[in-house]
């Protein structure tokens, strides 16, 4: 078992990402912000671009869009308890950024959530 968020964690959803199956013309920069987790505040970059899909931690400034949430709503979200448009739609996720790199780039994230699975069933949360 890894620790959601953890380095471990990360690694291992970058390695995982190699294998998506997004599509050749999806680009988009998402940065994600976690608060309230056992590692503090946790940042990283999730990358779609020329076919490919990368987790990166750290923060990327200039990310067209950046989701700000706190550690129950990430693990509620990537466990599939609650969807991102709920989570959002009751304050608990907050949006900065271009909304129409969400919508078009939907395939290109249910492709990444669809290739995480396995790392969700061996993940402690």
Known sequence: MVKYLSD??????????????VPDDAEMVIQYEV??????KVRYVLDVSGGRATIVPGKQADA????????DTAVAVITGEVSAQVA???GRMKLA??????????TALASVNDTLGDLRATTEY
């Open 88 to 90: 959002f739609m009751q």
């Open 35 to 40: 608060s309230g987790g056992g590692n503090g």
């Open 97 to 106: 950024g271009d909304v129409r790199v969400l919508i078009d780039g939907a």
């Open 8 to 21: 471990e964690w990360l690694e291992q959803a970058a390695a995982a990402l190699e294998s998506a199956d």
């Open 64 to 71: 067209p869009v950046t989701f700000t949430l706190d550690y």
